[in-house]
């Protein structure tokens, strides 16, 4: 369904920075910066790019809005949650854990990058992949 994510940034440096340790927790590779300045990261068949705004106005992040990524389980997800809160991310929410929904249980940890984006690592178990 998705080709890519992509989220705004006033400072590359940090977010490179934040996105490498937070993507380096889960098994990724330092972001590539391109010659626009965005940094790529390509993990697992995804694609997450960070970018100034073109429009040359300030980025923000959505109000509401959510970028989730698939954790291989929930030590992953403790890890990338550490990652992200050690390399100028906050952690948000509850504390990382599992959740029921009522589409089954999942192990949610929440952060907001350093320019405010929403962003989540999921993990569902097995026996409760019901989407």
């Known amino acids: ?10 400072d590359i440096a940090r ?18 910066e391109d010659d626009r300045g965005r940094l790529i990261y390509l993990h697992n068949g995804g694609m997450f790019l ?6 040359g106005a300030e980025a923000t992040h959505a109000n509401g809005g ?15 949650h550490q990652a ?6 906050t952690a948000i929410e509850d504390p990382p854990g599992f959740r029921e929904a009522s589409f089954g249980k999942l192990y949610l940890a ?4 350093p320019d405010g984006n929403k962003l989540c690592g999921l993990y569902r178990p097995p026996a409760d992949r019901r989407i």
């Open 50 to 55: 960070v970018t100034p705004p073109i429009d």
């Open 15 to 32: 977010s490179k920075t934040f996105y490498d340790s937070l993507f380096g927790a889960i098994g990724g590779r330092p972001g590539i």
């Open 110 to 113: 929440y952060l907001r990058d």
């Open 84 to 89: 992200g809160a050690d390399n100028g991310g």
């Open 66 to 80: 959510t970028i989730g990524f698939t954790m291989a389980d929930a030590a992953q997800a403790d890890s990338w």
């Open 1 to 10: 369904m998705f080709s890519h994510m992509m989220v705004g940034s006033n």
